[in-house]
């Protein structure tokens, strides 16, 4: 029998279309649709004018020509207001002289964050904890990172692993620990024993069958 319980109904799954949303941000009303054919990091954070959640979007704003480069767009939310987070982006301009060049979504109905799984009880059942969202071009989770609220997520990874994921498709390979570009890539592993004994002989550096490596 299929499960046809919603998405929503048991939070956001891996290589599963996200959660639709249509939601009021700092550039005006967003949908996921406004996405399709990029590539988007949706990230919550607990609130504004908070000190860890500050850092985390300076470092965002940092990135984000870097973001832009591979064709990735960046969206923030929290469970603040609109005027809040309009307020917190101009604080951060006139304080640390970083002006927040993506928009943020106002959750203040929760909406998003519960359909995304950004509510945490154990956390807070007010706020959304430290939650990372990868989303493909075709509207696909392909990767979600949570953090607590005490510690702050590291933007640079983020960026590595959607690095990876586009080589990961473009290349059809599957990336080892902290792969970086230039590192070796894996070669799938062979499916059948007949692809198994051959593969010593296919020119890759390969430690036994099923370890195989190659750089792109």
């Not at 469970?79 to 106002?106: C, Q, R, T």
């Not at 099923?210 to 792109?216: E, K, N, P, Q």
Request: hydrophobic share 45%; proline share 7%; with cysteine.
């Amino acid at each position: 029998m299929t499960d046809m319980t919603p998405i929503a109904a048991i939070g956001p799954q891996l290589n599963r279309p996200a959660p639709d949303f249509n939601a009021l941000t700092t550039d005006g009303q967003k949908t996921l649709a406004d996405y399709q054919g990029k590539w988007l990091v949706l990230f919550s954070h607990p609130a504004d004018f908070t000190p860890v959640c500050t850092t985390e979007f300076i470092a965002f704003a940092h990135k984000a020509p870097e973001f832009e480069a591979l064709g990735v767009e960046l969206l923030g939310l929290s469970i603040d207001s609109h005027y809040s987070h309009i307020a917190w982006m101009l604080n951060i301009k006139e304080k640390f002289g970083v002006e927040i060049p993506f928009p943020i979504i106002a959750d203040l109905d929760m909406k998003v964050a519960n359909a995304y799984g950004m509510i945490q009880p154990g956390a807070s059942d007010t706020s959304a904890v430290r939650a990372t969202f990868i989303i493909d071009p075709q509207g696909v989770l392909r990767a979600m990172v949570y953090y607590p609220m005490v510690a702050g997520r590291s933007v640079d990874e983020i960026h590595r692993l959607v690095v990876a994921l586009q080589n990961a498709d473009q290349h059809k390979c599957a990336m080892p620990e902290n792969w970086k570009p230039g590192d070796a890539v894996i070669v799938p592993t062979p499916a059948t024993a007949k692809a198994a004994q051959a593969r010593a002989g296919e020119g890759f550096d390969t430690v036994d069958w099923y370890f195989s490596t190659r750089h792109l």
